[in-house]
């Protein structure tokens, strides 16, 4: 939020500086986010006197003026408006001085032979508004030579972020009493006028939907005169953002910017028949204010007359019933609607606005006949007029909420003493209403304060949380006990382990277009749709860390890199059993492109495959703590995978750790992405838990006594086992002896009969207390084979 240090001290009786301002705000929770100071761009401007002005001898549209500054001699100054003439005071622009508009610098030059000391300005060119069809024109009596920027009165402007929990704050006065609370000046009481109607309203007010306006009040000014509104309006609208376009429009935004109130001023002449807040009806369309056309539901609110919808309560007004420089008689209409109702429907239509922002965060519900009145009055003055009775259709929530509080709960939740008295002083200075047993009243307008612990933070942030000391925690006696649950030692451990492996970390969104959540969702129990997105490509939580890994490998590729290892370790989230939500721990990789370059050596680039997702899954799989040894390799990695190039990790036939391998050609396309692409998902909380207390430390290391011994075996095994269960078939046959084993070699040639294959095993037996007899190994060995012909295998001749 914008307003000038003009417009504050409107409201603020204060001898403070800019810089001690903006020092406040800060302190009280009000960020100041820059300071401008309109004198500074306007430098280099004076108000001068043009003496004389004739034709320029080589151009029909432009004059040769004669320009006094007040000092020194006259300059000679070239200038196309066509208002410029003798005795004129006017914005002289000298050489040196910055044009705000267009940054343009400005020198002594000559123009069309003619030399020219400089530019006679427009308000356009300074900034002060839209005209732009002549030069500034200044009352006679402006004092020549006087720098423009003191003479305009230019004030800093101070931007401010209102957090959102502080709608009180959104106008200008209620800064103004933060300011005044925390010692900086004193509030200035405003004071609405009662203007009494001298007739009834000619228009028929009510509301037809209590729950989104509960209550909806309004007068007719007739006989007004809607011309511009006055410069001290509009320089101040302008410093907050806000471009002037007619009085009465002005004088709604000023009510809205000065005390956080929106209103709306109708073209009595354009209404016909009751106006009406009610619900709107399915598929009813305005043409709002920005020119768009809007198609409502019955779960809007609107105001509407016996010819339609005029306005989108509480948002924008209608194009067509608006006021004009031709509108004699309006409608003066302000209201409360519901917070609630109102951030529903403008996230609906899309639709942000100045009055959206402050009713979907809750104004003043006390403030409907005080601002009625402020508005009333300044049209009368401004404008002219003659107001009738006010109507007052339904009622505002008007119950304040009563709080008991104990000033002792300052100290132990805000770790400041703080005297009772000036607890009191800074509660009553905020308008609230303490008694002499501390039942505080909190003001309407405060929709934030829900316990005793938000009037804490109200007394905090005013006292000065720069005067909070830091205190240390207090730390109990001896070495501090470890903090870190078993789940984040096991993702600590798995971003060194992935980060030493040459695996980058990317942090991506836990929110998804819909459509490549839906390309991952399958068998999660539905998805996770949002019903305020941040926008519709964040709509859906994600099923899935890969879609997010894919569209970073998909940016880094689009920007020229050959290739991408990628991991992440955060939450996927679904539905769980009943529509629960659920969320799993889970870990994903993305290797994109070329593994090793090209070079002379290796001659082509060779790209990433599916042997390097299971590498990158076991590694981090056994870092987690997991039985690699003991883990099936099967199918089934789910439709997002190759089917021939990808599978699953198991810890046996259910229980599934990881998937991993090539991704499908469909996910490549869905994406946009070129291959090749492989990828992991571990899932973390699928890992069986370490036993002994899930301790990470490994156990002192002990070299067996006696050296192991190998032993090869060569199967005949049907052609479609998997090497993997021949070899935990081979281990399952003496787990004492047999502390390794591994596939060597595969053959399916000459010799091997069709449908079959030969598959070398090489088999460790490590020795206890003494070593092996033939007896033994020939014991052991035959005990290999009998395992292994539960498989199908037979061992070769």
Not at 152 to 171: E, K
Not at 193 to 209: E, F, K, M, Q, S
Request: proline letters at 6%.
């Amino acid at each position: 939020m914008k307003f000038s240090l003009e417009w504050l001290k409107d409201y603020l009786e204060t001898e403070a500086s800019a810089a001690q301002i903006a020092a406040t705000l800060n302190a009280v929770g009000h960020e100041v986010e820059e300071i401008e100071d309109p004198a500074e761009r306007l430098a280099g401007f004076r108000v001068a006197e043009v003496l004389t002005a004739g034709p320029h001898p080589d151009a029909d549209k432009l004059q040769v003026l004669t320009v006094s500054t007040g000092e020194g001699e006259p300059l000679q100054v070239v200038c196309g408006a066509p208002n410029a003439r003798a005795g004129m005071k006017g914005v002289l622009g000298l050489p040196g001085a910055v044009v705000p508009a267009n940054g343009m610098e400005l020198r002594k030059s000559a123009i069309r032979g003619v030399e020219s000391n400089g530019m006679m300005c427009s308000v356009r060119e300074l900034e002060l508004g839209d005209e732009h069809s002549g030069i500034i024109e200044l009352p006679a009596d402006a004092p020549v030579g006087t720098a423009f920027a003191e003479y305009h009165g230019a004030s800093p402007v101070f931007d401010v972020a209102i957090t959102p929990n502080r709608p009180d704050c959104m106008g200008v006065y209620g800064i103004a009493r933060d300011l005044a609370a925390a010692g900086l000046g004193t509030l200035k009481p405003v004071a609405a006028p009662r203007i009494a109607g001298t007739g009834a309203c000619p228009v028929d007010i009510r509301t037809d939907d209590p729950e989104g306006c509960p209550a909806f009040y309004g007068r007719v000014i007739k006989g007004v005169r809607n011309g511009v509104s006055p410069e001290w309006m509009q320089r101040r609208l302008l410093a907050a953002g806000q471009r002037p376009i007619s009085a009465i429009v002005d004088l709604t935004n000023y009510l809205m910017l000065g005390f956080g109130r929106p209103a709306h001023a109708y073209d009595l002449a354009k209404l016909s028949g009751p106006v009406v807040a009610r619900r709107a009806r399915a598929g009813e369309k305005v043409l709002a204010l920005n020119e768009k056309t809007y198609t409502l539901d019955e779960t809007m609110t609107v105001i509407a007359d016996d010819a339609g919808v005029h306005d989108i309560a509480g948002i924008m007004g209608g194009e067509h019933s608006g006021v004009s420089e031709g509108t004699t008689d309006v409608l003066l209409e302000i209201a409360y609607f519901d917070p609630e109702r109102i951030g529903v429907t403008g996230r609906k239509l899309g639709l942000t606005s100045d009055a959206r922002t402050r009713f979907e965060r809750g104004v003043d519900p006390a403030f409907l006949d005080d601002g009625l009145a402020l508005l009333t009055g300044l049209i009368l003055e401004i404008c002219g007029g003659e107001a009738s009775e006010i109507v007052r259709a339904g009622a505002p929530p008007i119950t304040p909420k009563v709080i008991a509080f104990d000033p002792a709960l300052t100290r132990r939740l805000g770790g400041i003493e703080i005297a009772e008295a000036e607890q009191r002083r800074i509660l009553e200075a905020l308008d609230f209403r303490v008694d002499d047993g501390w039942q505080v009243t909190c003001p309407l307008r405060r929709h934030d304060i829900e316990g005793p612990a938000d009037l804490v933070e109200e007394v905090v942030r005013i006292h000065g949380l720069d005067k909070v000391e830091s205190v240390a925690l207090p730390r109990a006696e001896g070495v501090a006990k470890p903090t870190a649950t078993p789940l984040q030692q096991i993702e600590r451990k798995l971003r060194r382990t992935a980060a030493a492996r040459g695996l980058n970390e990317a942090v991506t969104w836990s929110f998804l277009p819909e459509a490549d959540a839906d390309h991952f969702a399958e068998g999660n129990g539905g998805l996770w749709i949002l019903e305020n997105p941040i926008s519709e490509d964040m709509k859906a939580m994600r099923p899935s860390l890969l879609p997010g890994l894919l569209a970073a490998a998909k940016r880094n590729a689009d920007r020229g890199a050959t290739g991408a290892r990628l991991f992440e370790i955060g939450r996927r989230y679904f539905r769980g059993q009943g529509g629960a939500s659920d969320e799993r721990p889970t870990l994903g990789v993305i290797l994109a492109g070329e593994k090793t370059p090209r070079g002379w050596t290796t001659g082509k680039a060779q790209g990433v495959d599916a042997y390097d997702a299971k590498a990158e899954a076991e590694a981090l799989l056994e870092a987690a703590g997991a039985p690699v040894g003991n883990l099936m390799v099967m199918g089934e990695a789910g439709p997002q995978f190759h089917p021939g190039q990808s599978a699953t990790l198991r810890l046996g036939p259910k229980n599934v750790l990881a998937r991993f391998g090539a991704l499908h050609p469909n996910t490549l396309k869905a994406f946009d992405i070129e291959g090749p692409v492989v990828a992991v998902e571990i899932f973390l909380d699928a890992i069986p838990a370490k036993k002994g207390g899930g301790t990470f430390a490994r156990q002192a290391y002990a070299p067996p006594a006696l050296q192991p011994v190998t032993r090869d075996f060569a199967f005949l095994v049907p052609a479609d086992l998997a090497a993997g269960d021949l070899v935990r078939a081979v281990k399952s046959a003496d787990k004492q002896a047999i502390v390794d084993a591994r596939v060597f070699d595969v053959f399916d040639g000459q010799g091997v009969p069709e449908g079959r294959k030969s598959v070398a095993v090489e088999v460790v037996l490590q020795p206890g207390e003494k070593s092996f007899t033939d007896a033994e190994i020939k014991a052991i060995s035959d005990r290999i084979v009998a395992a292994a012909g539960k498989q199908g295998a037979e061992l070769r001749a």
